[in-house]
């Protein structure tokens, strides 16, 4: 299966001038299984944008003039799509400087001690009275736990697997994580990995939603969710579901977590406390996505047990689910930066506030309520109606639908819309049925022919 090279794969060049064999997976941010870095490597050697010389553990990589020059062309683009504030895109920039010239720092106790539940709050009371507003268009709010997110769980598994594991690195569509779901496995052996993580989610996503009347911040729901999430990606089966004896370090950052295990101990079990105690379940929600990954209190996996996690108050209390429906990785990324290194929430804050309205809009149009309509979409409608039709009356199956809009956006899309039109056309193509296939101008036997290869695909081994 061709994937498109990503641009963001270089980023790390940009503050090492070559990489050697010691550690291919902690190259990357986040950190990658080593055969999925190794693969990611070699793709960017076929692309000209590295070369590689040596062998064995004497190999070296090293930017190529061509890769140079697609760094410095992407440094001078836009940061992200988001509609950051000016003290946010400040707390960028501080960011931006090579990791060698940013003071080092160790855990801030401070920081979790200081904040005190119901009383120190990191959202304003107006964003959380909107967001109360725009979760609770629901209209479930006496059902019983976690109601609404099995209502739409199949739309809802899909989703949050794919954004949490795409905001990891995880270069599988959307169209290829419906494909995986349905068939329980991947057709690209050196991919694995990235497989196994999405069909993770999907278990950990399961857990939630099973027990969503008696999960909670407690250490039997996130020790089992951190053990679902690793399932099989961890060299130690032992550190599944277990908290960290051994140091870890974070990309591409200047802090450096705490390293004693019964400090770790002692601090995860004051964050969970901490977290029972908000009652404001957005706060509780957003509280879960700092403290959980500043500590990384496990070996690997710390940010996708706090996106799940931030999703338990909100399936038990009925409101829109999280699902980080076109969140930058750039963006998320330096909202951790952020908390890592300077104790700063602002970035991540207006990351997260934009994200749950994104998501609540998503589920509220799919629950068949009126909404505003998606920017993105509007701007691109007919070129996204053309290619769906065109995809649909060349039969194409699920993998070739994806190569073929990719190629497509890469001739006709700008560079920073690409992603999102690509994913819009994919959420298109996968929510076209009997009831409305003829807005796009296709016959009802173009249809039928295009569904028989379409189901095909989701049962083919290969």
Not at 149 to 156: D, G, K, S, T
């Given at each position: 299966m061709?994937r498109p090279?990503?641009?963001?794969w270089?980023?790390?060049?940009r ?12 190259f ?5 299984p080593?055969r999925t870095?190794?693969?990611?490597l070699?793709?960017?050697?076929e ?6 010389h ?7 990589y090293?930017?190529?003039?061509a890769g ?19 003290s946010?895109?400040a ?7 090579p ?6 720092v160790g855990?801030q106790r ?6 005190q539940?119901n009383?120190t ?6 964003a959380?009275r909107?967001l109360?507003?725009?979760?609770s268009?629901?209209?479930m709010?006496?059902e019983p736990?976690?109601?609404y ?13 794919w954004?949490s ?5 995880n270069?599988?569509?959307?169209l ?6 349905q ?7 050196q ?12 278990a ?16 039997r ?10 399932a099989?990606?961890?060299?130690d ?5 277990a908290?960290r ?5 974070i990309?591409?950052?200047s ?6 295990p019964?400090?770790?101990?002692t ?22 996505m700092?403290h ?11 940010k996708r047990?706090?996106?799940l996690?931030?999703n ?5 209390r009925?409101?829109?689910p ?11 990324t330096?909202g951790?930066?952020?908390i890592y ?7 991540l ?10 998501s609540?809009?998503?589920y509220?149009?799919?629950r068949g309520?009126?909404g ?6 509007v701007?691109y ?9 065109e ?10 639908a994806?190569?073929?809009?990719r190629?497509w956006?890469?001739?006709?899309i ?6 999102s039109?690509v994913?819009a056309a994919?959420?298109?193509?996968v929510g076209?049925?009997e009831g409305?296939f ?11 022919a295009w ?8 049962s083919d081994?290969?």
């Open positions: 061709n090279i990503k641009t963001d270089l980023e790390p060049f503050q090492q001038a070559e990489l050697d064999a010691v550690d291919y997976e902690s990357f941010s986040p950190r990658l080593r870095a190794l693969n990611r070699g793709r960017l050697r692309a000209g944008l590295l070369d590689r040596g062998e064995a553990r004497s190999t070296v090293r930017l190529t003039d140079g020059a697609r760094l410095v062309a992407k440094s001078a683009r836009q940061p992200g799509d988001s509609r950051l504030s000016a946010a895109e707390l960028r920039t501080k960011l931006r400087h990791v060698s010239e940013r003071t080092p855990y401070a920081f979790l001690d200081t904040y539940p009383q709050f990191y959202l304003p009371e107006s959380r909107k109360h507003e725009t979760g268009q629901t209209g709010a006496d736990a976690g109601t997110a099995r209502h739409i769980c199949q739309r809802l598994l899909i989703d949050l697997s954004n594991s795409r905001l990891e690195g270069t599988f569509s959307l290829e994580t419906e494909q995986l779901f068939a329980g496995r991947s057709g690209d052996a991919l694995s990995n990235e497989a196994v993580m999405i069909l993770n989610h999907k950990a996503i399961e857990f939630l939603l099973e027990s969503s009347s008696e999960a909670g911040f407690d250490r729901t996130i020790l089992n969710l951190h053990a679902l999430l690793t099989d990606l961890l060299r089966p032992a550190a599944e579901g908290l004896t051994d140091p870890v370090g990309g591409k950052s802090y450096l977590p705490p390293a004693i019964a400090l770790i101990e601090l995860f079990d004051l964050i969970l406390a901490k977290a029972r105690e908000i009652r404001d379940p957005f706060e509780q929600a957003f509280f879960a700092v959980l990954p500043y500590l990384q209190p496990f070996i690997d996996g710390n047990v706090s996106r996690a931030a338990l108050p909100l399936f038990q009925n409101l829109a999280l699902s980080f429906v076109n969140v930058a990785e750039a963006d998320y330096d951790m930066l952020a290194e300077l104790n700063e929430v602002g970035l804050r207006e990351v997260f506030i934009q994200a749950y309205e994104r609540a809009q998503r509220t149009v799919i309520a009126v505003d309509p998606d920017p993105f979409r701007k409608r007919q070129a996204i109606a053309g290619q769906v039709a995809i649909i009356r060349a039969r194409c199956t699920r993998r070739e994806v190569a073929r809009l190629r956006a890469e001739d006709s700008i560079e920073s819309d690409r992603k039109f994913a994919e959420e298109t193509l076209i049925h409305n003829a807005r796009y101008q296709i016959r009802p036997l173009e249809f039928e569904k028989t290869a379409w189901s095909e695909t989701a081994p290969a």
